[in-house]
């Protein structure tokens, strides 16, 4: 009914012991690894994969809160706080939001970096 098969006679040590003695290549792969990795750390720099590295590259852009709270290293009541002239932690140089839409608000990226030299000149004065 079924019909029955031969093992070969070759153990797998066998094998490893040919696949040893395959010539290589005429380039070292230690020289063929160092030839591919700084290619590939030029295409990670060249393009910014985070929103903020993506803001950080165009001064003149719009950016949302959650990164605005990145580059202030503020937390959103902070920031509400901050907006609101009623609040008693106001702060009329923080940077003004701009309408988006109907409800979503963004920051320039330009007037950011200029609240954080604000900050720094405000800290050197003091």
């Not at 019909?3 to 380039?27: C, G, L």
Request: hydrophobic share 35%; glycine share 2%; net charge positive.
């Amino acid at each position: 009914m079924y019909q029955s098969f031969a093992i070969p006679d070759r153990s797998i040590e066998s094998d490893v012991r040919e696949s040893k003695n395959v010539t290589s290549t005429s380039v070292p792969v230690d020289t063929e690894i160092k030839q591919i990795l700084p290619k590939q750390a030029q295409e990670q720099t060249s393009q910014p994969k985070t929103a903020l590295e993506r803001a950080l590259c165009d001064p003149k852009c719009v950016i949302r809160l959650k990164t605005l709270l990145e580059i202030l290293g503020l937390s959103r009541s902070t920031v509400y706080l901050r907006i609101n002239p009623q609040s008693k932690y106001y702060d009329p140089m923080f940077p003004k939001s701009i309408p988006l839409g109907m409800k979503a608000k963004g920051w320039v990226l330009e007037d950011v970096h200029a609240y954080i030299t604000h900050l720094r000149n405000q800290a050197e004065t003091s």
